[in-house]
């Protein structure tokens, strides 16, 4: 049973860069037709999709984000990561790592999730 | 900012049922794009509830049913039970984005 875990620092300062990994257990990421995503949840709002991954580095990133979003994947390692650069206090949330595809095309498992502050 | 639509709140007593709508467009719902559904509890990561527009995973109690029609999706919660006060999401793919897509979230209260 495929297992996700977030890690990383929880304060970032404003302008500088938000980075993610999400660690895969139980599974690997190197399975086919599978995509590992991010998902965003600013305090008190909705769920926000960030972007996604596939094990051959294939990428797709929500346009409002693009400009900032790059996610990456250790195949080796068996992890994904999340790089948000330029971030402001509107980039406070609390961010999920989570499984596309394979056998079940929709978000499931979903990490529990790590939060990051932006602040000085 | 979401493109589908959901109601912020919905409450009903124990035993009643309430439905959530979920209202999309041209480009996600319309499109003939499957719609999952979310539940969410306080300080927890959302957990899948109804997958392909009407179908439980093992272990959601049937009392939770999906349904979607035309631009719009629909969750049903039957017998309420104070244990189903949570957040409620749904969620789709859009054409128009390029990528996946939430709706803006309900918060069932059980009274």
């Known amino acids: 049973q495929v297992q996700l875990q977030e890690s990383g620092p929880g304060v970032v300062k404003p302008s500088g860069t938000l980075s993610l990994t999400c660690g895969v257990s139980g599974g690997s990421i190197s399975s086919s037709d599978t995509w590992w995503n991010w998902v965003r949840q600013a305090p008190g709002k909705g769920l926000e999709w960030i972007g996604e991954i596939d094990h051959t580095g294939r990428t797709n990133y929500n346009p409002s984000l693009r400009s900032r979003v790059t996610i990456s994947v250790d195949e080796s390692k068996n992890y994904f990561s999340l790089n948000l650069r330029s971030v402001t206090a509107a980039d406070t949330a609390v961010y999920y790592c989570?499984?596309?595809?394979?056998?079940?095309?929709?978000?499931?498992?979903w990490g529990q999730g790590t939060l990051v502050t932006v602040s000085s | 900012q979401s493109v589908l639509t959901q109601p912020p709140s919905v409450s009903g007593a124990p035993g009643q049922r309430v439905t959530i709508s979920c209202t999309g467009g041209?480009?996600?719902?319309?499109?003939?794009?499957?719609v999952h559904w979310y539940q969410q509890f306080p300080g927890t990561a959302p957990k899948l509830l109804i997958y392909v527009n009407n179908n439980r995973p093992s272990g959601v109690p049937d009392r939770f049913s999906g349904s979607k029609s035309g631009t719009s999706a629909s969750l049903a919660i039957s017998g309420l039970q104070a244990e189903d006060e949570a957040d409620y999401y749904c969620?789709?793919?859009?054409?128009?984005?390029?990528?996946?897509?939430f709706g803006t979230g309900t918060k069932v209260t059980v009274l």
């Open positions: 041209s480009s996600n719902i319309g499109a003939a794009y499957d």
């Open positions: 989570a499984r596309w595809g394979g056998d079940t095309n929709w978000f499931d498992p």
């Open positions: 969620q789709s793919y859009d054409n128009s984005l390029s990528g996946y897509v």
